[in-house]
């Protein structure tokens, strides 16, 4: 990367002291002083123009583009960072979220019980369950899931 010292080197090697160059283009030695001590030079017109100068303008556009582009890369990594913590939190939302149960009731009211963490129903209306087990138990829960529908569908045909 071109830095001050590389505007030095070739000001020095053209045998040119600050104030000459900076007549030569258009600036005070001052401004020439400045830039010679830069670490990380610019495309502002000052040191832009001392660049082109002392032939140095071609590696200072070259020294932008990757600057630019890693630039970019930072900003995409951030932005990839953000969306990843959020997601992240999102998710721990989702596992400690407790909502009402809602279960149909034996009195037929809507349960108020919160749910367990995570689930969408309290802990007396399968908030714990992890499904069926066995083969058996499985085959159980389908039955039941294949009557609910034919229920469902019974009670909506005759609307
Ligand atoms: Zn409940």
Same mark, same amino acid.
């Given at each position: ?56 303008? =071609? ?8 600057? $630019?582009?890693?630039?970019? /890369? !930072?900003?995409? #990594? %951030?932005?990839? @960072? ?45 908030? =714990? ?8 138990? $499985?085959?159980?829960?389908? /039955? !039941?899931?294949? #009557? %609910?529908?034919? @229920? ?8």
């Amino acid at each position: 990367m071109l830095t001050g010292k590389d505007i030095r080197a070739a000001r020095k090697a053209r045998g040119l002291n600050q104030t000459e160059l900076g007549k030569l283009v258009g600036c005070g030695r001052h401004t020439v002083s400045y830039w010679e001590n830069k670490t990380r030079l610019s495309r502002r017109c000052a040191c832009a123009d001392i660049c082109e100068a002392l032939g140095l303008a =071609k590696r200072l556009l070259a020294d932008w583009s990757w600057f $630019r582009d890693h630039q970019q /890369e !930072a900003i995409d #990594r %951030r932005v990839e @960072a953000e969306l990843q913590r959020a997601r992240e939190a999102e998710e721990r939302r989702k596992a400690t979220r407790r909502v009402p149960c809602g279960a149909k009731t034996r009195k037929g009211h809507p349960c108020r019980a919160l749910s367990e963490p995570g689930k969408r129903r309290c802990r007396f209306h399968g908030g =714990k369950s992890t499904g069926p087990r066995t083969e058996a138990g $499985r085959k159980q829960i389908a /039955e !039941a899931q294949r #009557r %609910r529908w034919a @229920a469902y569908r019974g009670q909506n045909n005759r609307d």
